[in-house]
């Protein structure tokens, strides 16, 4: 079946621009979660919906990072006047459970450069 | 201190090979505990989850030690396709529970 997939796959942004990254999670799956993945580091946490329920943005950098996933599918991590340490590859995850610790299937990632 | 820490090597060696990979992490309140891997340029994938028990999956082989905060992965006959990169994930408990946190991961390149 079709995984987690997410757009664009590469984005170059100038330093200042708004910019928006979108997931499709794998359907039906309740939970969803956005990491933030730096060149030879591991994937950090970012925020987590259930359904359209914001439930943990603790990872969030600044509140120049916004995500929303208003109908529990589809999410958009939205930054705001990207800096060049906003570059990074974004990974967003699903997972069946409600609960959160079931098995997280990855997607691709977008990986965002700031120039 | 990191939350989880690892040897990020690279480890290099032969096709054949048996290699170890360790993992620490600082929260003993830390819940389920996992390997995924990660090749390059690519997402990560659930490799094998942990337990306090010790599991087995083919090759693969995983140990927990809740006591020390300790966890490992044993791969033994080591194949080119096992290159990649191996990251230690942990399942915080609590109210972070499902905030999974990550090793820095360790570099594994297998050669001919």
Redesign the interface.
Known sequence: GAGVSQSPRYKVAKRGQDVALRCDPISGHVSLFWYQQALGQGPEFLTYFQNEAQLDKSGLPSDRFFAERPEGSVSTLKIQRTQQEDSAVYLCASSRRRDRGYEQYFGPGTRLTVT | RKE?EQD?GPFNVPEGATVAFNCTYSNSAS??FFWYRQDCR?????LMSVYSSGNEDGRFTAQLNRASQYISLLIRDSKLSDSATY?C?V?PGGT??????????TILTVHP
Request: aromatic letters at 10%.
């Open positions: 989880v990020p819940q389920s690519k997402e990560p994938k659930l990251l994930v399942n972070s529970y499902g905030k999974l946190t990550f090793g820095q991961g």
